[in-house]
């Protein structure tokens, strides 16, 4: 039997464990690497080729998101797996949008995962239940026109996105953020990913020029959005 070959990406050691020890119980299924951020994600992609890589959304020095976007660049026959704890509609669309072939969420059991990674291991795609609601109470709000486009000028972050993205103009570096808002540093890493993608901008320089422009250089304290607060 020719397993299915895994690169599991959590910058949390006890989670990539977790997953690889409940992965063992199935004979053709096989882990045969492990990264703790997104780089060394792209890294070991390109020198082990797994068949898929199993990769969280929020990790340092690239994200998720990106990394995906970078494996499937370099890789377009390797299938990349997202499973994340988020599942909220910015962060589906996010995650489709970087080419990743399924989506199942940290709650999922391992019989699901499992059926995950055989899924998109064959070029299928693969969204756990919650998620596909998601997607299809996304396509029923546009096909009724109740999600109307942005208005012209408008920007497109929540309050709290836009709180970080005054914090980060102000040159604080994640844990300072998260120690004036009294969340923890992955959340902030969080919002920051979700505001570059919502955004196009990978730069702080850009971002920075981006807030003066649309005059989020200071924004108040007391926003909150549905991903964290």
Same mark, same amino acid.
């Given at each position: ?16 464990? !977790? ?8 004979? /053709?299924?096989?882990?045969? !690497? ?14 082990? =080729? ?22 499937? $660049? ?22 489709? $949008?970087?080419?990743?072939? !399924? ?18 291991? $064959? ?29 012209? !000028? =408008? ?9 970080? *993205? ?5 040159? *604080? ?24 993608? =919502? *955004? /196009?901008?990978? /730069?702080?320089?850009? *971002? ?22």
């Amino acid at each position: 039997m020719e397993k299915i070959r895994i690169l599991l990406a959590d910058d949390h050691t006890l989670i990539r464990n !977790g997953i690889a020890t409940l992965l063992q119980s199935y004979p /053709d299924i096989e882990v045969v !690497g492990e990264a703790q951020d997104g780089v060394e994600a792209v890294r070991k992609t390109k020198e082990i =080729k797994p068949d898929v890589v199993v990769i969280d959304v929020s990790m340092p020095k690239l994200s998720g998101i990106e990394a995906t976007k970078a494996i499937r $660049k370099e890789h377009p026959d390797i299938h990349v797996l997202v499973l994340t704890m988020h599942e909220n509609e910015e962060y589906v669309y996010q995650i489709l $949008k970087s080419g990743a072939a !399924g989506y199942v969420l940290k709650s999922a059991g391992k019989e699901e995962l499992s059926a995950a990674i055989r899924a998109v291991a $064959k070029g299928e795609k693969f969204f756990s239940a919650r998620v596909s609601e998601i997607v299809a109470e996304c396509y029923v709000r546009r096909a009724e026109g109740r999600e109307l486009p942005l208005e012209a !000028g =408008k920007v497109p972050l929540t309050k709290r996105e836009q709180e970080i *993205l005054g914090l980060v103009v102000q040159g *604080l570096t994640n844990q300072q953020i998260a120690d004036q808002l009294c969340i923890s540093p992955r959340t902030v890493d969080t919002h920051r990913t979700n505001i570059m993608q =919502k *955004l /196009d901008i990978h /730069d702080v320089a850009n *971002l920075v020029r981006y807030a003066i422009e649309h005059g989020i250089t200071s924004v108040g304290r007391g926003g909150e959005d549905s991903v964290d607060s």
